[in-house]
């Protein structure tokens, strides 16, 4: 067995323990009826696309847990197995450049050119209403080291608001800013606050780069102040046309603090629902029941990870546009 072998054993290994744990767990500790309460909630109403690609991300979750799956070409068959080849070919493409790191067009700081981002661009060309965003602006919340900046300028020329609430993930955005001066222009607003359901709330992250996130459980390390979308959007005059989210677990307290605004703008949401069984299951019933007339579908590229990066897209769609 060589290297690549032996660490792609290592991954699906990791990834096993990782599912078995927060998600078939969690499920055989809530009992059958209630797992599958929740499973019809996550089907329900999705137009049947929308429907073939949560079955496709069940699937590999489900086949994860055969033990006989030792390998990606264990796990990947036919169009999977050719989209992890592209994925494996996107990885290579990724080269140094005067002290940066380029892939493609775009620079980054660091050599963290996620395919979630890159590669599979959040889903942003699943979504239906792009067109009508008008002048209102993009929330990127979890702006990392502005990695997402690069793609919305791909689709969008909106204003933008990033907001990163860790100082480290914040200067490596900043640089990103700089690197990509040409592409991105002055159109992007840095915000230092984390976004949740509490405005002016002082709380502390744990420190793991682009991984960071609130720990309620911690009284010290890097401290940020919190604020609610619905604030943040009032106090600034906003229309928001889309909202990226990636917040490491936060996103349902994004989300009551952003009621009025998804109640009253309705923007495009791209949220990952992929941090744990309750993210997963429960996001899109708690968007569900604003009444808003969102339509749901779910995303998810193909690359080393079943379960990371699993986007929940959400939109109203335009009078008389057919769904999915």
């Given at each position: 067995?060589?290297?690549?072998?032996?660490?792609q054993?290592?991954?699906?290994?990791?990834?096993?323990?990782?599912?078995?744990?927060?998600?078939?767990?969690?499920?055989?500790?809530?009992?059958?009826?209630?797992?599958?309460?929740?499973?019809?909630?996550?089907?329900?109403?999705?137009?049947?696309?929308?429907?073939?690609?949560?079955?496709?991300?069940?699937?590999?979750?489900?086949?994860?847990?055969?033990?006989?799956?030792?390998?990606?070409?264990?796990?990947?068959?036919?169009?999977?197995w050719?989209?992890?080849?592209?994925?494996?070919?996107?990885?290579?493409?990724?080269?140094?450049?005067?002290?940066?790191?380029?892939?493609?067009?775009?620079?980054?700081?660091?050599?963290?050119?996620?395919?979630?981002?890159?590669?599979?661009e959040?889903?942003?060309?699943?979504l239906?209403?792009?067109?009508?965003?008008?002048?209102?602006?993009?929330?990127?919340?979890?702006?990392?080291?502005?990695?997402?900046?690069?793609?919305?300028?791909?689709?969008?020329?909106?204003?933008?608001?990033?907001?990163?609430?860790?100082p480290?993930?914040?200067?490596?955005?900043?640089?990103?800013?700089?690197?990509?001066?040409?592409?991105?222009?002055?159109?992007?607003?840095?915000?230092?606050?984390?976004?949740?359901?509490?405005?002016?709330?002082?709380?502390?992250?744990?420190?793991?780069?682009?991984?960071?996130?609130?720990?309620?459980?911690?009284?010290?390390?890097?401290?940020?102040e919190?604020?609610?979308?619905?604030?943040?959007?009032?106090?600034h005059?906003?229309?928001?046309?889309?909202?990226?989210?990636?917040i490491?677990?936060?996103?349902?307290?994004?989300?009551?603090?952003?009621?009025?605004?998804?109640?009253t703008?309705?923007?495009?949401?791209?949220?990952?629902?992929?941090?744990?069984?309750?993210?997963?299951?429960?996001?899109?019933?708690?968007?569900?029941?604003?009444?808003?007339?969102?339509?749901?579908?779910?995303?998810?590229?193909?690359?080393?990870?079943?379960?990371?990066?699993?986007?929940?897209?959400?939109?109203?769609?335009?009078?008389?546009?057919?769904?999915?």
């Amino acid at each position: 067995m060589d290297m690549r072998e032996r660490m792609q054993q290592a991954l699906i290994a990791a990834q096993r323990a990782g599912e078995r744990k927060n998600f078939h767990e969690v499920a055989q500790k809530r009992g059958p009826e209630a797992h599958q309460a929740d499973l019809k909630g996550l089907y329900r109403g999705l137009a049947p696309e929308a429907a073939r690609h949560l079955d496709a991300i069940i699937g590999r979750r489900q086949k994860l847990l055969d033990p006989a799956v030792r390998s990606y070409r264990d796990l990947y068959q036919g169009e999977d197995w050719e989209a992890f080849t592209r994925y494996e070919a996107f990885t290579k493409e990724i080269v140094p450049n005067n002290g940066a790191f380029r892939y493609k067009d775009f620079l980054l700081p660091i050599r963290e050119f996620t395919p979630a981002v890159f590669l599979y661009e959040h889903g942003l060309s699943a979504l239906r209403t792009l067109d009508g965003m008008g002048d209102s602006v993009i929330i990127d919340g979890g702006g990392a080291h502005g990695d997402s900046l690069l793609v919305f300028r791909k689709y969008l020329r909106n204003p933008i608001h990033s907001f990163e609430p860790h100082p480290g993930m914040r200067a490596l955005l900043r640089e990103t800013l700089r690197l990509n001066a040409g592409l991105l222009g002055d159109a992007v607003t840095v915000v230092d606050q984390a976004l949740a359901d509490t405005t002016g709330t002082r709380v502390f992250m744990t420190d793991n780069g682009s991984s960071s996130q609130i720990d309620p459980g911690l009284t010290s390390g890097v401290e940020a102040e919190t604020v609610t979308l619905d604030d943040y959007v009032a106090r600034h005059g906003l229309r928001v046309g889309l909202v990226k989210l990636d917040i490491e677990g936060h996103e349902q307290h994004f989300l009551r603090g952003a009621v009025q605004t998804l109640k009253t703008q309705k923007p495009r949401l791209i949220i990952s629902n992929y941090h744990s069984y309750e993210d997963f299951f429960h996001i899109k019933t708690f968007i569900e029941q604003l009444d808003c007339g969102y339509e749901f579908d779910f995303f998810k590229g193909v690359d080393a990870s079943v379960w990371a990066s699993i986007m929940l897209l959400c939109e109203v769609p335009r009078a008389g546009q057919p769904r999915n």
